[in-house]
């Protein structure tokens, strides 16, 4: 079956740490994965799609099939950065039906 | 430029009521689903539909109902609300093209008393 594990419930970080949401999957297949951030008081709205292989406001997130993760990364944490992040899987058959982790709260300290 | 627009924003209900969450697309997007949001729990997703006549069961589909009449429309029914219902919904949309994102709208935070 499939699911997403995102291990932290929080991350608080200084501004200028590293950071890293961890972000595990199963699937029966090949999914694809992606990154939605929630703003306080906003929609959710993507981040970033691993096909695009972009970054996007500094963070990137690389898919280990072997180890069946996709975590995001950004080098150096900014406040604004402070938000609600969900890991989310789609299968390739399934007419986009997306599966999302329980999400990862970054605060991101001055 | 509305994007996904959802109704009403807030809503408090009795144990028993019934009420009509509503959702509206501009995007001409075939596929639309309803989401819920709980703490610690994540998006669940409660029903979708993949083009208008066409709807489906998510993980939670329990107490709620969904029509698609119209491509833009995918209005979500509470038909007796309870207290377990109590929660945030999210409406979200996206083409069918494989790899398309979802489009999400405001959410409506709902508690049933």
Known sequence: AQRVTQPEKLLSVFKGAPVELKCNYSYSGSPELFWYVQYSRQRLQLLLRHISRESIKGFTAD??????SFHLKKPFAQEEDSAMYYCALVGVVGFNKFYFGSGTKLNVKP | NAGVTQTPKFQVLKTGQSMTLQCAQDMNHEYMSWYRQDPGMGLRLIHYSVGAGITDQGEVPNG??????????????LLSAAPSQTSVYFCAS????????????????????
């Open chain 1, 63 to 68: 898919l280990n099939k072997g180890e069946t």
């Open chain 2, 64 to 77: 709620y109902n969904v029509s698609r009449s119209t491509t833009e429309d995918f209005p979500l029914r």
């Open chain 2, 94 to 113: 996206s083409s069918v093209a494989y790899n398309s994102p979802l489009h999400f709208g405001n959410g409506t935070r709902l508690t049933v008393t």
